[in-house]
Every structure is written in structure tokens, then in C-alpha cells.
């Protein structure tokens, strides 16, 4: 098992950065991808961004590629999403995932209980 634990979230305003945490636990030995999702009021859990094991592979939603940064401290078992460059649109709660494989899909194994980011126009 493996527990995940985010942090970071707030109410910030437009054009503010904000960097979200992740930090694993458990039965992280086994090396595991990791990936973001957000969940706005009324819609469905929709794909971030997410980082291989090794750091070395990245995937990022088209909504926030060039303003979102993922990277990850394997020693510390976290990953960060450093969000640049917010709008009231990217306001939702976001929520870590771990599993086996890098995917844009919400098919990870484990996941936190999310951080409430909201962004004031």
C-alpha cells in the first residue's frame, strides 16, 4: 500500500504561482509513476500532468503546458507541481496519483484526498 499525502493548495489570484506537494509513503521500494488531476465543481477529474519513475518522461494536459512544472525528489518520495501564470479556470481540487506506469489516464493505483487550489479573477 502507499499513502499520499498533498499539500500546497490555497486561494491565490490571477497571474500567482502556487506549488503543490506529494509526498508517498508506504510501499514506495517498488518505484512508481506519479501524475496529477484536477476536479472542477460539476465536471469530471480531468489529467494534469505526471512524471516517470526516473524523472526522465513527462506528460502534460495541454491547458497547462507551459505554465506547469512536475518534478519529483525520489529520496523524499515527492512530487511537485509548480503552477506559474494561474487563471480562475485552473481553480479545482488537485489530487496526486501513484501507480506502476506513466499514463494520462485516471487509472493509477493509489491516490491522495486532493488540495483545494483556487484561483480569484
Known amino acids: 500500500q502507499v499513502q499520499l499525502v498533498e499539500s500546497g493548495g490555497g486561494l491565490v489570484q490571477a497571474g500567482d504561482s502556487l506549488r503543490l506537494s506529494c509526498e508517498a509513503s508506504g510501499r514506495t521500494s517498488g518505484g512508481y509513476a506519479m501524475g496529477w488531476f484536477r476536479q472542477a465543481p460539476g465536471k469530471e477529474r480531468e489529467f494534469v500532468s505526471a512524471?516517470?519513475?526516473?524523472?526522465?518522461?513527462?506528460h502534460y494536459a495541454d491547458s497547462v503546458k507551459g505554465r506547469f512544472t512536475i518534478s519529483r525528489d525520489k529520496a523524499k518520495s515527492t512530487v511537485f507541481l509548480q503552477m506559474t501564470s494561474l487563471t480562475p479556470e485552473d481553480t479545482a481540487v488537485y489530487y496526486c496519483?501513484?501507480?506502476?506506469?506513466?499514463?494520462?489516464?485516471?487509472?493509477?493505483?493509489?491516490w491522495g484526498q486532493g488540495t483545494q487550489v483556487t484561483v480569484s479573477s
Open positions: 512524471i516517470s519513475w526516473s524523472g526522465r518522461i513527462t
Open positions: 496519483a501513484a501507480g506502476p506506469a506513466i499514463t494520462t489516464t485516471p487509472v493509477y493505483d493509489y
